[in-house]
């Protein structure tokens, strides 16, 4: 609910007033330049409320419900306001409600080289030859991704976990981590930006770190460790390679003794070297002797008369 009414927010602060909003104050929504979103002739007829709407969103950001594009079956023309079956062009005045129009989706916009996925079941932005399907992911994806991508199941079908709003079917670009997981390419930027490196779900790198980690080895090697600490050692599990291991300590970072990196978390304590141990024993023995408290002479017992 709090993510619906962000998404109403924004999309009245973007742009143009919903339809009922524009009828309110006498303006025709009967224009060719359709809405903010999409460029588009015509109105549709929102088959759960029988309202006309330039689109899906300019519907479901005034309403309390959302449209069901695949269920839509009337439009009416912007040009001679004849409400008709959907098409791409007016039966009664023959203008072009769009030069792009899928006949599944009831999409109508300019031509931005879109085609119809049927595995995604929804439109993408194009062109065709420059994508593919990757069957497990369940999701249109960049030539140069086939084969070289970390596959999760039906990845596209769950929600952004930054914004936590939807990926699958959303006007924003997704962005592909090397963990596999996805983010809208917005939220992405904006951790950069704020220079959080993980994905969200698994913890795992974001992007290449190599060069972040190689700093890190510097300036552990220009601050060496207090004498009480050295040599000792943690252990860790890393979030990049799933390795467990016992690696020395360091304020700076922990780092991975399998794959190099510094994106690990400890597990339990410091571990001192047996030698350190030993020497902390036996000044904790030292320490109890020397507080030890002092006998008192007892008095002597009464003699028997």
């Not at 023309?77 to 072009?96: R, Y």
């Not at 993408?124 to 960049?142: D, M, Q, S, T, V």
């Not at 914004?163 to 699958?168: F, G, R």
Request: hydrophobic share 25%.
């Amino acid at each position: 609910m709090w993510s619906l009414r962000c998404q109403k927010q924004r999309r009245r602060k973007a742009g143009s007033l919903p339809l009922a909003a524009k009828k309110r104050h006498g303006e025709n929504m009967a224009s060719p330049v359709g809405c903010e979103h999409y460029a588009r002739s015509c109105l549709l007829k929102a088959p759960c409320c029988g309202k006309l709407y330039v689109c899906r969103l300019c519907h479901d950001a005034e309403e309390n419900h959302q449209m069901d594009r695949f269920k839509v079956r009337e439009v009416q023309c912007s040009a001679c306001q004849t409400v008709q079956q959907a098409q791409k062009t007016c039966q009664q005045c023959h203008v072009q409600f769009g030069e792009y129009y899928c006949d599944i989706c009831h999409l109508f916009d300019k031509d931005k080289k879109q085609y119809h996925c049927q595995p995604c079941g929804i439109c993408r932005i194009g062109p065709r030859e420059k994508y593919f399907h990757c069957e497990k992911c369940n999701l249109c994806l960049a030539q140069d991704l086939r084969g070289n991508h970390k596959c999760v199941e039906n990845v596209s079908r769950q929600n952004c976990p930054v914004c936590m709003e939807d990926i699958h079917t959303s006007r924003i670009g997704a962005h592909v981590l090397p963990c596999g997981h996805l983010l809208h390419k917005t939220c992405f930027d904006d951790m950069v930006r704020t220079g959080a490196y993980r994905c969200p779900l698994c913890m795992h790198s974001a992007w290449n770190m190599e060069d972040h980690w190689d700093q890190i080895d510097i300036e552990i090697a220009q601050s060496p460790m207090p004498t009480e600490y050295q040599g000792a050692t943690v252990k860790i599990i890393c979030n990049d390679c799933v390795a467990h291991c016992a690696v020395p300590f360091h304020v700076l970072g922990i780092k991975c003794s399998g794959c190099g990196s510094y994106n690990t978390a400890q597990e339990g304590g410091l571990i001192q070297p047996p030698q350190q141990q030993q020497s902390e024993q036996d000044t904790e023995n030292e320490a109890e002797t020397d507080t030890e408290p002092e006998q008192q002479d007892q008095p002597e017992s009464p003699t028997a008369h």
